[in-house]
């Protein structure tokens, strides 16, 4: 079975501009789930998403969006990049949309740099 | 004062030695996460409990409500075990999942 997958795997862009973040959940998930991992830094909830809708958000700007498409697939966006977005971006998936954090399987995560 | 705390930050062992981890936390809580960051950011979620103690392998997990108080245990280590560690937790009246900083372990051959 495949895991959880994101793309890119590195992503380098200059202040102002956006980001567009890709993850793939594992056949039969539903839950879509993104952190941000800045250098020295712990994991912080981003996002979740679940059947295509945005179920609950971090402490974060609203510069920072995502959706969820109907194979379960997400976006996340990140506009007028500022050079502290620089982190990596791991997206988890889950199967169970009743409990809001049944067991997460996460992907390799995204790098961005913003220079 | 974060809402979860890890300790120790970095812990070194020698290949065998019976390593503890400790995560307490704050909140009121429905679930907590172990979960195994290794070098490049690739997360492994090890455990989800609510309640008592779960092993799978060398490893052990224990959560004590009343207390706020979990364990991760690694018995036998192997210097594959190498990673940092994450306790999370999921908060009962947010519904958002909180992260400890992290144990940095270093297991030696």
């Known amino acids: 079975e495949a895991g959880v997958t994101q793309s890119p795997t590195h992503l380098i862009k200059t202040r102002g501009q956006q980001a567009t973040l890709r993850c793939s959940p594992i056949s039969g998930h539903t839950s879509v789930y993104w952190y941000q991992q800045a250098l020295g830094l712990g994991l912080q909830f981003l996002l979740w998403?679940?059947?295509?809708?945005?179920?609950n958000r971090g402490n974060f700007p609203p510069r920072f969006s995502g959706r969820q498409f109907p194979n379960y697939s997400s976006e996340l966006n990140v506009n007028a990049l500022e050079l502290e977005d620089s982190a990596l971006y791991l997206c988890?998936?889950?199967?169970?949309?009743?409990?809001?954090?049944?067991?997460?399987?996460f992907g390799p995560g995204t790098r961005l740099t913003v220079l | 004062k974060n809402e979860v705390e890890q300790s120790p930050q970095n812990l070194t062992a020698q290949e065998g030695e019976f390593i503890t981890i400790n995560c307490s936390y704050s909140?009121?809580?429905?679930?907590l996460h172990w979960l195994q960051q290794h070098p490049g950011g690739g997360i492994v979620s090890l455990f989800m409990?609510?309640?008592g103690k779960k092993k799978h392998g060398r490893l052990i997990a224990t959560i004590n409500i009343q207390e706020k108080h979990s364990s991760l245990h690694i018995t036998a280590s192997h210097p594959r075990d190498s990673a940092v560690y994450i306790c999370?937790?999921?908060?009962?009246?947010?519904?958002?999942?909180?992260f400890g900083t992290g144990t940095r372990l270093q297991v030696f051959p």
């Open positions: 998403y679940d059947e295509g809708e945005e179920r």
């Open positions: 988890a998936s889950s199967p169970d949309p009743s409990s809001s954090y049944n067991e997460q399987f």
């Open positions: 409990l609510s309640s």
């Open positions: 999370a937790v999921i908060n009962y009246n947010t519904d958002k999942l909180i």
């Open positions: 909140v009121g809580i429905s679930a």
